[in-house]
């Protein structure tokens, strides 16, 4: 079993959809990270989280420590949005990825 | 600055062969982490180094791969007597501290052994 599991694994929207990626862990953590991977395979850190929620334009991070799981949301998504999203935690000096989850939005 | 650069882009080599690769990564940033991502999966966390000192290695590092950081800036990786097994995109990425929203990835060195 993967210490990281992400849903759904492939997500098609319509441009504007609200969207949601859901990332549970079975570890104990220090910090939970989202990441985008774009088609060309560069990586960019949208979020570092340890605990409630933060937002960065669009986005929006939430995580619940005690439930062990974490949300990814997407508001008045974009063709731009189309990505792999993945997430990642931070146990004990080591690090767990999700095998992400692929967004496809759909003008 | 430009970011995290990784060199090589690619490497092709024969199995059996040594390679190794280097990270630059941004030049005010105090860690640097390597990660290996195969085909269709996640990365895959391999090291990382706070200045100098590498403080953690995955359980799962092979003894063929070793990495370096010898004056706290740029990281090299080596894989020696290379697999097939080992082809996949090595990615660095650099932050300042344990990073907040701060981590910057390079664009990978794609490795594949023939």
């Known amino acids: 079993k993967n210490e990281v599991e992400q849903s759904p694994q492939n997500l098609t929207a319509q441009e504007g959809e609200f969207i949601t990626i859901n990332c549970s862990y079975s570890v104990g953590i220090s910090a939970l990270h989202w990441l985008q991977q774009h088609p060309g395979g560069g990586i960019v850190s949208l979020f570092m989280?340890?605990?409630g929620k933060k937002k960065h334009g669009r986005l929006i991070a939430t995580i619940n420590i005690q439930e062990k799981h974490s949300s990814l949301h997407i508001t008045a998504s974009h063709p731009r949005d189309s990505a792999v999203y993945i997430c990642?935690?931070?146990?004990?000096?080591?690090?767990?990825f999700g095998t992400g989850t692929s967004l496809t939005v759909i003008p | 600055d430009t970011g995290v650069s990784q060199n090589p882009r690619h490497k092709i080599t024969k199995r059996g062969q040594n390679v190794t690769f280097r990270c630059d990564p941004i030049?005010?940033?105090?860690?640097l982490y390597w990660y290996r991502q195969t085909l269709g999966q996640g990365p895959e966390f391999l090291t990382y180094?706070?200045?100098?000192?590498?403080?953690?290695k995955s359980r799962l590092l092979s003894d063929r791969f070793s990495a370096e950081r010898p004056k706290g800036s740029f990281s090299t990786l080596e894989i020696q007597r290379t697999e097939q097994g080992d082809s996949a995109m090595y990615l660095c990425?650099?932050?300042?501290?344990?990073?907040?929203?701060?981590?910057?990835f390079g664009s990978g060195t794609r490795l594949t052994v023939v």
């Open positions: 030049s005010e940033h105090n860690r």
């Open positions: 989280l340890s605990s």
């Open positions: 180094f706070q200045n100098e000192a590498q403080l953690e």
């Open positions: 990642a935690v931070r146990s004990d000096n080591q690090f767990y």
């Open positions: 990425a650099s932050s300042l501290g344990q990073g907040g929203r701060g981590y910057t």
